[in-house]
């Protein structure tokens, strides 16, 4: 027996510290980053005002049209969800009955009865709310044929000996960006948003699992 638990232990052990190092699992499947394709090189004329090669509209801002361009995701989302259920019911029930006779001899006030009654009611009832703000800059990393933005885009911050990941993928459509380069989230399709961890937080998640496992077969 004493053998046996040295190698759960051990094995708790060794997940727990795989879980300080294994970067999370993330639901934004395409790339994060993406380079922007180099154009095909045109000749071009040198020396007037207009130059084709890098032309750009005298009242347009920079905005981002092509792979590789950047915009700044500006993460504002707030859900909340609530839902209640509740069941009832009753039942009863009643039986009188009489013997007359036993073994041919009349028995005049020989009666029975007996009666029953149950019930039920259950109630539930769950909350649930997220708050999630920040900001992310995004690459586009493709271009779809009618001019939508797909964007990816992802953030790492190194706190001691943890690291958080900020991840964000969706389709931005241009018309939606403002100054600046700067989209909201709430406007972006098929976003998806993350906030991971691999810190010491994850290490005590496990821990827990692994604690709640020893208390249910525990003897005490």
């Not at 909340?80 to 009753?90: C, D, I």
């Not at 009489?98 to 039920?120: H, Q, R, V, W």
């Not at 691999?198 to 077969?217: G, Y």
Request: aromatic letters at 6%.
């Amino acid at each position: 027996m004493n053998k046996l638990l040295k190698y759960v232990l051990l094995i708790a052990t060794m997940a727990i510290l795989g879980a300080c190092s294994i970067t999370p699992d993330s639901i934004v499947k395409q790339p994060t980053t993406a380079r922007p394709q180099a154009a095909a090189a045109v000749p071009v004329k040198s020396g007037a005002i207009f130059n084709q090669a890098a032309y750009r509209p005298l009242f347009e801002d920079r905005r981002p049209r092509y792979v590789g361009d950047t915009v700044t995701v500006t993460i504002a989302e707030n859900t909340s969800a609530t839902k209640a259920g509740g069941s009832s019911g009753s039942k009863d029930g009643e039986i009188d009955a009489s013997i007359a006779s036993f073994l041919g001899k009349a028995i005049p006030k020989a009666t029975m009865s007996a009666s029953s009654a149950s019930s039920y009611e259950d109630k539930a009832a769950a909350n649930s709310s997220n708050v999630f703000n920040g900001a992310v800059t995004a690459t586009v990393v493709e271009v779809l044929p009618n001019g939508f933005l797909v964007v990816s885009g992802e953030k790492q911050i190194s706190l001691d000996k943890g690291t958080e990941f900020v991840r964000f993928s969706g389709v931005v459509n241009p018309d939606t960006i403002t100054i600046g380069n700067v989209v909201s989230s709430t406007k972006i399709a098929d976003a998806r948003i993350e906030y991971r961890t691999n810190s010491k937080i994850d290490a005590a998640e496990v821990a827990s699992m692994f604690a709640r496992f020893f208390l249910s077969i525990s003897a005490l």
